[in-house]
């Protein structure tokens, strides 16, 4: 039951997520760099491996949403992927974000970039679960 997704769904729901992580932060890369206090050479552009936890991490929230999807709507649609999107959001993501910004003294610019992108993926994610609808085999009775 826990692995009868369409994992075509979430290979390409996480490769799209990520596709629009790169146009969000390189439009906001600035603004980004200034709420968390650092300078692109800081981050050490050369350095793949937060690219490679991005994507390893994107496809576990794509899982998710395909897991709980039909779990919590009865059926995996566009529209029921984008409302167990922002439902994930709202409940998990943007909470966690706002508790540990708060803690660690980040600026309120740095919850809305990085929470606008959290909802802009799980919505994304959504999307795609839903234009590929159910699991891709049928399953175990």
């Known amino acids: 039951m826990h692995f009868a997704v369409n994992w075509l769904a979430v290979v390409v729901a996480a490769v799209a997520s990520m ?7 390189n439009v906001l ?6 709420a968390i206090g650092k300078t692109r050479e800081q981050l ?3 350095d793949w491996t937060p690219f490679a936890w991005g994507f390893a991490v994107q496809l576990v929230m794509a899982y998710f949403i395909a897991l709980i999807t039909p779990a ?4 995996t649609d566009v529209w029921n992927g984008i409302l167990a ?5 709202a409940g998990f993501v943007l909470t966690f974000l706002i508790l540990n910004h708060r803690y ?3 600026p309120w610019r740095l919850t809305a970039i990085d929470g606008g992108y959290g909802l802009a993926v ?12 159910g699991a891709a ?3 175990a009775a």
């Open 44 to 46: 050490n552009p050369a």
């Open 104 to 106: 660690q003294g980040l």
């Open 137 to 139: 085999v049928p399953a």
């Open 122 to 133: 799980l919505v994304i994610q959504g999307i795609v679960i839903g234009l590929f609808g």
């Open 29 to 34: 890369g600035k603004q980004w760099l200034s």
């Open 72 to 75: 919590l709507f009865g059926s």
């Open 85 to 89: 999107g922002v439902h994930m959001w």
């Open 19 to 25: 596709g629009f992580g790169a146009i969000w932060y």
